[in-house]
């Protein structure tokens, strides 16, 4: 997992602290990158040799101030630096990269294509990236940067993962309380969704237990994703399963196997039409994959092969897969839902037209600065000599 610019880091982070909450082991090893040395030091669960600061002779260590094009230039001057760094991981022990980045802002922006391009040119491992779009409210350059961003690092990873920080905006909140929970939210949703996949095969009592290769196969192919998520409490202390197991009560076992699988359907439902990480149309996705967590009785096959066949009819696609995330303690059921090769965004035509409106008025406000500054510092009947 590598993080590129300060929020990459910053979220890269979060999830060392979820794979240690959790002991989920999602993060063979952490990678952090940025042009500002501020945002390195304040990371905290990043080893330190895993810290690259790049372009110290062009920016000294002060960032490129959300100027994208300059954080690729970098990115390309500095791989070495980055790629030092990869030496140190024992990469055919990974199942994919992960680069993570903000794209309105300039490091990241710029510099994660980059190092996408880099990686799939020297490792046969699937490079992912994970790019969050900005606030509709963080204005033109911003969006700019992140529309520029977005064309070149879906065409140059594997899959591009995305979420959008203005789906999940809330007013009256400072930026940094929205962002902490924002990043929860990432971790969240993404922590299952790759947690699955390192589930050891036949130890807990899954039934079907998803396997990283799953992950990877609806990844394949390429394109844009998004996630959906929902979870519904459930109490611990009932056993009621476990005593009516013991009880041989065959009426109750089944009422409670019909009330697990009508729950699952439900979360499916709400998993799919609720929120995502990237709103979109779920319909016309071209796979999709279903990962019910939580304590093994609260899961089943049933369950899963419902939802699985409602998603098919719903993105009509024929790539949809299934599978169980057991998690002994907790006290949740939860559904994420990835859809992979999503079209109908209309986010991201929104984000367009917005970036082409601010290219415009750049490059207006661009044309005219020379003869505006020239009206301002020369006077008027030009009856005043520079000294030089
Ligand atoms: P960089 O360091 O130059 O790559 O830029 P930043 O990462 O600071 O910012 C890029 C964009 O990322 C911003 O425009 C925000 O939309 C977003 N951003 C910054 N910090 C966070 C964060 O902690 N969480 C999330 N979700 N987004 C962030």
């Not at 799939?120 to 790019?131: A, F, M, N, S």
Request: glycine fraction near 12%; charge should be negative.
């Amino acid at each position: 997992m590598i993080g590129f610019g300060q929020a990459g880091g910053k979220i890269v982070d979060k999830f060392l602290e979820y794979d240690e909450r959790t002991g989920s082991g999602i993060v063979r090893s952490a990678v952090a990158v940025n042009t500002a040395k501020a945002d390195l030091l304040g990371l905290e669960r990043v080893p330190e040799e895993n810290r690259v600061l790049i372009g110290q002779a062009r920016v000294k260590g002060h960032g490129v101030g959300a100027d994208n094009e300059l954080g690729a230039e970098i990115a390309e001057e500095d791989i070495d630096e980055v790629q030092g760094a990869i030496d140190n991981i024992p990469v055919h022990e990974v199942d994919a990269f992960l680069i993570i980045a903000g794209l309105g802002g300039g490091t990241g922006s710029g510099g994660s294509p980059v190092l996408a391009k880099h990686l799939k040119r020297i490792y046969t491992e699937p490079v992912y990236g994970l790019g969050i779009l900005p606030g509709s409210d963080e204005g033109g350059i911003y969006t700019l940067n992140a529309a520029r961003s977005f064309q070149t690092f879906v065409r140059e990873v594997d899959n591009l993962l995305v979420f959008d920080n203005d789906a999940w905006r809330k007013t009256g909140e400072s930026m940094e309380a929205g962002y902490e929970e924002i990043n929860d939210e990432i971790v969240k949703r993404f922590g299952i969704l790759f947690g699955a996949g390192e589930v050891e095969q036949g130890g807990e009592v899954a039934e079907s237990v998803v396997d990283s290769s799953e992950i990877i196969n609806t990844l394949a192919g390429g394109g844009v994703s998004t996630v959906g998520y929902a979870a519904e409490e459930v109490n611990l202390d009932d056993d009621g399963g476990l005593l009516s197991r013991f009880r041989g009560d065959d009426s109750t076992n089944s009422m409670e196997s019909a009330n697990t699988t009508n729950r699952i359907t439900s979360l499916v439902r709400k998993a799919a039409l609720g929120r995502l990480t990237l709103p979109c149309e779920i319909e016309g996705s071209e796979r999709a994959l279903l990962v019910l967590s939580g304590p093994s009785r609260h899961l089943n096959r049933k369950g899963i092969e419902r939802g699985r066949k409602w998603l098919e009819e719903q993105t009509g696609s024929m790539e949809v897969r299934g599978g169980d995330y057991p998690v002994a303690d907790s006290g949740y059921v939860a559904s994420v839902i990835l859809l992979s090769g999503v079209h109908n965004v209309p986010r991201i035509k929104e984000l367009q037209q917005v970036a082409i409106e601010a290219q415009d008025n750049i490059d207006d406000i661009r044309d005219e600065s020379e003869e505006n500054l020239e009206a301002l510092v020369e006077d008027d009947e030009d009856e005043l000599d520079p000294l030089f």
